[in-house]
């Protein structure tokens, strides 16, 4: 079952919410387990990961080739 990043917006507080797929569709409302608000909005944490390893360009280590000495190791 996939985990979905929340972040709550009264205490800033994120939090991992399990939901199937189904379910999510449907559109769920997860409640702060700090402090049981409901107005908790979607964040994506590994959305970052995927789009730096795509801009790598299949060049390994993914340097930019003006990247300085020590970024390769
Ligand atoms: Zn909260």
């Keep these: 079952m996939?985990?979905?990043?929340?972040?709550?917006?009264?205490?800033?507080?994120?939090?991992?919410?399990r939901a199937s797929?189904?379910?999510?569709s449907?559109?769920?409302?997860?409640?702060?387990?700090?402090?049981g608000?409901?107005?908790s909005i979607r964040t994506f944490t590994s959305i970052n990961v995927m789009t730096a390893r795509r801009a790598g360009g299949g060049r390994p280590g993914g340097c930019a080739p003006t990247a300085g000495p020590g970024c390769c190791g």
């Excluded at 797929?21 to 999510?24: D, V």
């Design 2 to 17: 996939p985990t979905y990043d929340y972040l709550c917006q009264d205490c800033s507080k994120p939090f991992e919410v």
């Design 37 to 39: 608000s409901e107005r």
């Design 26 to 35: 449907k559109g769920i409302m997860p409640k702060c387990p700090r402090c």
């Design 21 to 24: 797929i189904t379910e999510y």
